[in-house]
């Protein structure tokens, strides 16, 4: 079925895109959102399958009813009872499409002064640059610091940490795709805002103004207008769920649309850019701005890059050895995951021996027919047990599929639930060997060594940040909230596979129409979901995901450290012990 319209808002959205408007209209993309009349069908398709998804695959299924962790500020679930009070909701339209992006050229900071109080001040302005570092008192006419806290809470889903989520609420630097870039989620946002303007009351030296913003809309990827001129091929040839095609697992991509803003640093010479890290000298001692976030498709497919960018990592710390450098920031902030082997890479350049975070696998029938199959057909996934574990008891690959599946249960959200042995990931030994043929170990010891984040640093980050700081690297979280402790990781869990790779591996073991399997999404719905969870190695039986871990330290934002960061940088540094 199409569903047209009578005014076509996405035949408005297409024509506005074929005379290059610089932003579509918010009630040509609200409408266009709204064209589709729910089809309750459909919605109860969708969550059987997200609902069998949960049930056999997804790692935190269970434990996400346990009570919260101290320290944490989120509401335990049952996600299977909440997928099914979905469909008690009434709705009118199939709406909340990701194809457009919402921003406001207008982005926000928080500082905290002397006396503890915080305030949110105006990082940067497009439209009107004199309201830069004016304090920003209401946001439509309620507290600021109350609206954003809000939003963090309800909208924003980085971390358990409420102090996680406010920092990505608000504007902070990130390295991604080589280049520095600016992350907000307040104003810039990828869901349909509820309102087409917000309002902000400003204080500028005493001076009271009140500005409105609406949205600049545009796509979140130009190649959809291929696809579309109005409702009725919108809905053909996007709604309608496409033929299989694999997006890559393995690894929590966070892809986010940041605009580039590139700091100038008071203090710090860039001696190496790895793509990846880009290490600097400041006084006397090193940073290394480190993203695990995305490594290009080039260097995943040809080896000789790949090996020449691990090289020219490499390098870059041998030089702050070679410099007599016996002092290292490690700046991960702003990271939402990105490739394992990287984050392994990284941990055991800097301590050859150290063992990376074991993990292990939610045994249910669905999940063991798929591990049987994957590892019988050796077709590489999280599943196939030769290509990606070793066992941490014996230290060596799984006998056979009945070995790693084991016979071990724990006491999740109150429910006896059986899970695999625990196995290293398989690439330890790779990583050894390389680092073997091309470089002597680095001097340092963790008293050498600091972490610094804004707490947002996920999946393969965390198992850099959470690996170290378990081999008593101190850390040091920038941000939050006034007087809370805050953590300087995010979501630890495990490998991320999406539902588009997930069915193409079913596909691929021809175990798509296995009545123990999920069925595929009526239309084009894709999710992420957890399919292994770490554990600590310094206390065996935490789960990572779940672990409030709070900075060693904290500190603050202020107006200069905010756009540049070689003032954390130095504050950090201070926090290393001088060893003589």
Known sequence: NSYPSKVDACANIHNDHISRKLSFKYEDVKACYETFPFD??????????????????????????????????YRSINVLSELDSLLKNNYTTDIQFMAFSFDQQFSMYSIVK??????????????????????????????????????????????????????????????????ISLSQQFTSRILLPKN??????????????????????????????????????????????????????????????????????EEGKLIIDAYIIRFYTLRDFGVAVISTESIDD??????????????????????????????????????????????????????????????????????????????????????????SYISEKTNTSFTNVSDFIGNNYYIRGGL???????????????????????????????????????????????HITQRLAEVNVKTVAVGGLSNKPLSFACFAGGFVVTSDTFFQYLKNLSLLNNDLMPKQFPLATTISFTVNEAYSIKNPDEVLEFSFRPSNYKLYYDEKSIRDPSKLWIQAAALIENKP
């Open 40 to 73: 309750k069908d459909n919605a109860t398709r969708t969550i059987e399958t997200l609902k069998s998804i949960f049930a056999n695959f997804y790692s935190f299924l269970d434990q996400a009813r346990d009570p919260p962790t101290k320290g944490f500020t």
């Open 114 to 179: 002397h006396n503890g109080t915080q305030q949110i001040k105006v990082f940067n302005d497009s439209i009107d640059s004199k309201n830069i570092d004016c304090l920003v008192t209401h946001i439509d006419d309620e507290s600021a610091m109350d609206v954003i806290i809000k939003y963090a809470n309800d909208s924003i889903r980085t971390s358990r940490d409420l102090g996680v989520r406010f920092n990505n609420a608000l504007a902070s630097l990130t390295l991604q795709g080589g280049k």
């Open 196 to 265: 087409p303007t917000i309002s902000y009351t400003l204080d500028c030296d005493g001076k009271i103004n009140k500005i409105t913003r609406g949205w600049k809309i545009t796509a979140r990827n130009d190649s959809i207008f291929n696809n579309f001129t109005d409702s009725t091929s919108y809905w053909n040839n996007i709604c309608i769920n496409q033929p299989l095609q694999a997006s890559s697992g393995l690894s929590y991509e966070s892809k986010r649309e940041l605009d580039e803003y590139e700091p100038t640093l």
């Open 298 to 387: 080039k260097y995943a497919s040809n080896n000789d890059l790949l090996i020449d960018l691990l090289s020219t990592i490499n390098q870059g710390f041998q030089s702050f050895a070679n410099m007599g450098i016996k002092k290292v920031v490690l700046d991960l902030t702003n990271n939402g995951g990105g490739a394992a082997f990287i984050a392994h890479y990284i941990t055991q350049l800097l301590f050859r021996d150290i063992r990376n975070f074991p993990f292990d696998v939610k045994i249910t029938e669905a999940a063991k027919l798929v591990i049987e199959q994957s590892t019988a057909k050796n077709i590489s996934s999280e599943f196939d047990i030769n290509g």
């Open 416 to 462: 006896k639930i059986r899970y695999s042995e625990k196995g290293f990931n398989s690439d330890e030994q790779i990583i050894s060997e390389f680092l073997g043929n091309i470089s002597k170990p680095l001097p340092w010891t963790a008293e050498n060594l600091i972490i610094l984040t804004n707490g947002f640093c996920g999946s393969a980050c965390a």
